[in-house]
């Protein structure tokens, strides 16, 4: 896929000179302040709060503007998992303001067919509006309404932030509805005639009547979402509202995006992530070993120009960070573990579910105590803040440990994870299927930045049992 022929390519001078050139044209705020970036943006999964956690930045949220499905909002509303966009500066690239954040879903509407993957357990595919949406062990359920992986039914209204594919939207953030009757679909108009055209597919009427907002004209190709109710059949969309969406960005100096590669082309290693053509022929891949292709998950930083982001990074993202174990601490708004003597600390916030499967209620963090085995789920911030998504109390159980690799020694059969050391001597080894492998296989199999799960079975302190994981 050429992004824009063969002068697409941009060296790192010509970048600088680019970067230098905004600069000079009020991309910094004053002569005298020459580290101030005013033209940052990022797009990607929220993972945290205590302000606002996007791509492992954290954002401060003092006087921030947000918009949330199209109207004025606050942050209270928004939850771990959904896709938001930020605009904002910062004066030392340490501290990070958030003027804009804005979020809207991709998806409302019933569920019509639930498709298991015979493969993979941890997986399943929805369709929603004639829209593919995988669920999987990465999706936050808002359980407001009981909903979670196990008990998405047919007929259930779902409202679904996530990222684009060839096929359809991986799910990040699903919430249940209790409003059946409206539904909303994004997306770009095509087969357009004077009373319908079709968004991914699904067939959408309107007439005169229906409402347009930020539209002057319809026409193939243009960007909307449509709000509506379905036709007796279920099988389209009537809409009663039709809304230009802007998913463009204007030249920006640090852009940062998270997202599913689609149209990846070797030739160029230039692909979209969530509609933004990028080059990532300049990048360096975090881990080393990363291999761009379609339907990966990463996260992509650099410059845009002229609606194109050249990468200077292109790191992989996905799995959250799983922690099975007794709490070494709880405090008012953190919870602690501890492994080989040291620390491991995941940050509380009021949008992380708390749970009980131990016959004890739980409202509030406080109801946690020492001693109590947890299910712990998180996201890494990138800078070795674990910030967690849900807390479940549980009846104890085999320890275990899922993280990023940081480091390994295979001669001595030590891995590093969440910054402690772990003594895999003793253990055995299985690859992504479950299925066994000797220790030299796995430990050829790893690199930094990939995701592995240890077990200690009789929670005696030695880790048994080592994995791979997708």
């Known amino acids: 896929m050429k992004l824009n022929g063969p002068t697409c390519k941009i060296s790192a001078i010509a970048l600088a000179m680019l970067a230098a050139m905004a600069s000079g044209c009020g991309g910094s705020s004053s002569d005298s302040d020459d580290t101030r970036i005013d033209s940052i943006a990022s797009r990607g999964m929220i993972t945290g709060f205590g302000s606002v956690y996007v791509n492992g930045i954290r954002f401060h949220t003092g006087g921030t503007r947000f918009i949330v499905d199209d109207n004025p909002g606050s942050e209270a509303e928004l939850r771990i998992g959904m896709v938001v966009t930020v605009r904002g ?53 808002d359980d407001d309404g009981g909903l979670s992986f196990a008990t ?30 409206e539904v ?43 709000e509506g109710r379905l036709d007796g059949a279920g099988t389209s969309l009537i809409a009663d509202k039709i809304e230009g969406e802007d998913d463009d ?50 996260e992509v930083e650099g410059q845009v120009v002229k609606g194109v982001l050249f990468a200077d990074k292109v790191k992989q993202r996905g799995n959250k960070i799983k922690i099975s174990a007794p709490l070494a601490a709880v405090g008012s708004d953190r919870v602690t573990f501890r492994f080989n003597g040291s620390d491991v600390v995941a940050r509380v916030s009021a949008q992380t579910e708390l749970e009980d499967q131990t016959g004890n209620p739980v409202t509030q963090l406080a109801d946690f105590s020492a001693g109590n085995f947890v299910e712990l789920e998180a996201f890494g911030d990138g800078s070795g803040v674990i910030n967690a998504v849900e807390i479940e109390r549980e009846s104890a159980n085999e320890i275990e440990i899922e ?48 995701f592995i799960e240890i077990e200690d079975s009789d929670s005696n302190g030695v880790f048994d049992k080592a994995e791979l994981e997708d």
């Open 89 to 141: 500066s910062t004066d030392d690239r340490r501290n990070w303001r958030a003027e804009h954040i804005e979020y809207d879903n991709e998806l409302k509407g019933p569920v019509a067919s639930i498709t298991p993957d015979p493969l993979d357990l941890t997986r399943k595919t929805l369709l929603i509006l004639g829209q593919n949406v995988e669920i999987n062990a990465n999706t936050i359920f």
């Open 152 to 181: 998405v039914a047919l007929g259930d209204v779902l409202e679904v932030s996530g990222f684009t594919t060839d096929s359809g939207l991986v799910a990040t953030h699903v919430e249940l509805q209790a409003n059946d009757d």
């Open 184 to 226: 909303e679909i994004r997306g770009r108009i095509d087969n357009l005639t004077m009373t319908s055209f079709t968004i991914n597919g699904f067939p959408v009427s309107y007439d005169t009547a229906t409402e347009r907002e930020d539209i002057s004209t319809l026409a193939d190709d243009l960007l909307v979402e449509v």
């Open 249 to 298: 960005f204007d030249d920006v100096d640090e852009f940062e995006i998270e997202g599913v590669i689609s149209d990846f082309d070797p030739a160029d290693d230039s692909f979209i992530v969530q509609g933004m053509p990028v080059d990532a022929g300049g990048a360096v891949l975090f881990p080393t070993s990363l291999v761009l292709a379609d339907g990966v998950t990463v």
């Open 403 to 450: 993280a990023p690799l940081q480091n390994f020694v295979k001669t001595t059969r030590r891995v590093r994870l969440l910054g402690i050391d772990f003594d895999l001597s003793a253990a055995t080894f299985e690859d992504e299927n479950d299925v066994n492998m000797t220790a030299e296989a796995f430990f050829d199999a790893l690199a930094v930045g990939r």
